[in-house]
């Protein structure tokens, strides 16, 4: 038997406003173009090379996915937030990203998860 749990029930207290939720529907058009990644001491590409659809629950406020990103194997990003922007103009986003284990290739693999 599946099982409701209200919103009510899940938050507390009133979570701040952060803006629209991302969803898959934001990054889909975007497999195989690159990102600037805001970091130092220079600014990195990092391609989102694929977009994954995750399981969801009824009571979700969006469908959980997970973004796939690579680097050149020269640049190597640890786990953290990040800012990225697709190019001049365009809005930038902030993601947790973390580095996946992948043997040495051309490319270092990421993901961000979102649920």
Not at 1 to 6: A, E, G, R, T, V
Not at 13 to 39: M, Q, W
Request: aromatic letters at 10%; zero cysteines; a negative charge.
């Amino acid at each position: 038997m599946d099982s409701f749990i209200s919103r009510e029930t899940l938050f507390l207290f009133d979570l701040p406003k952060l803006g629209p939720l991302l969803t898959i529907d934001d990054f889909t058009p975007h497999v195989g173009e690159s990102y600037l990644v805001d970091a130092n001491p220079q600014p990195i590409p990092l391609r989102l090379d694929e977009v994954l659809a995750d399981r969801g629950e009824a009571w979700m406020e969006r469908q959980p996915f997970i973004l796939v990103f690579s680097t050149p194997w020269e640049a190597l990003l640890v786990e953290g937030l990040y800012r990225l922007t697709r190019g001049p103009g365009a809005t930038p986003v902030e993601l947790y990203i973390m580095p996946i284990n992948a043997p040495p290739g051309p490319r270092r693999v990421y993901q961000s998860v979102m649920n």
